[in-house]
T-cell receptor
Framework: GAGVSQSPSNKVTEKGKDVELRCDPI?????LYWYRQSLGQGLEFLIY????????KSGLPSDRFSAERTGGSVSTLTIQRTQQEDSAVYLC?????????????????FGPGTRLTVL | DQQVKQNSPSLSVQEGRISILNCDYT??????FLWYKKYPAEGPTFLIS?????DKNEDGRFTVFLNKSAKHLSLHIVPSQPGDSAVYFC??????????????FGTGTRLTIIP
């Protein structure tokens, strides 16, 4: 069975340009998460989607970051006017969502990540 | 403000011996803890978890110990095998005041098993 896939695997861009990162979650997983890992840091939560509910955007570091999830499946993370501090590995994860269960009890399956380098 | 800390960036252990990876946390609201393992160029994969109502959880060669009073948990791998060489992330969650929760990750420890 297919796991979580992300594209591109690597992206090099110039400061000030916009980038789009794509995530294809596991089929049937209604919960989708974006994280990033900067050099020497842990995984930092960015945004969380669950079904048709409003996304939890509390981890987005600035208004240059936005994400969409179309049709409850594929998600795109967009970074506008990229800065050098945006350089990181961006990871997407998906999980089942069991109503009434603690969110963190649902195992998150991660994609391989997109390594973003802003020059 | 790093709420989950893995103070050892790297650890080398002889094959067959015990590997002990440590994790400390500061947020007393955390009540569920997980370990993830990551190979190069792959995403992290879930390894083992523990709820704060327990102080130990075991799964094969992997055991996680939780010391709530010290806000400390550790992952024991015994016996260590070459395939265990990876980066290990500790993560924690707890219900926030807003009723939602998210995982807070440590910075990871790179474990190298020496044949």
């Amino acid at each position: 069975g297919a796991g979580v896939s992300q594209s591109p695997s690597n992206k090099v861009t110039e400061k000030g340009k916009d980038v789009e990162l794509r995530c294809d979650p596991i089929s049937g997983h209604t919960a989708l998460y974006w994280y990033r890992q900067s050099l020497g840091q842990g995984l930092e939560f960015l945004i969380y989607f669950q079904g048709n509910s409003a996304p939890d955007k509390s981890g987005l570091p600035s208004d240059r970051f936005s994400a969409e999830r179309t049709g409850g499946s594929v998600s795109t993370l967009t970074i506008q006017r990229t800065q050098q501090e945006d350089s990181a590995v961006y990871l997407c994860a998906s999980s089942l969502f069991l109503a009434g269960a603690r969110l963190s009890y649902n195992e998150q399956f991660f994609g391989p990540g997109t390594r973003l380098t802003v020059l | 403000d790093q709420q989950v800390k893995q103070n050892s960036p790297s650890l080398s252990v002889q094959e067959g011996r015990i590997s002990i990876l440590n994790c400390d946390y500061t947020n007393s609201m955390f009540d569920y803890f997980l370990w993830y393992k990551k190979y190069p160029a792959e995403g992290p994969t879930f390894l083992i978890s523990i709820s704060s109502i327990k102080d130990k959880n075991e799964d094969g060669r992997f055991t996680v110990f939780l010391n709530k009073s010290a806000k400390h948990l550790s992952l024991h791998i015994v016996p260590s095998q070459p395939g265990d060489s990876a980066v290990y992330f500790c993560a924690a969650s707890g219900l926030s005041n807003f009723g939602n929760e998210k995982l807070t990750f440590g910075t990871g420890t790179r474990l190298t098993i020496i044949p």
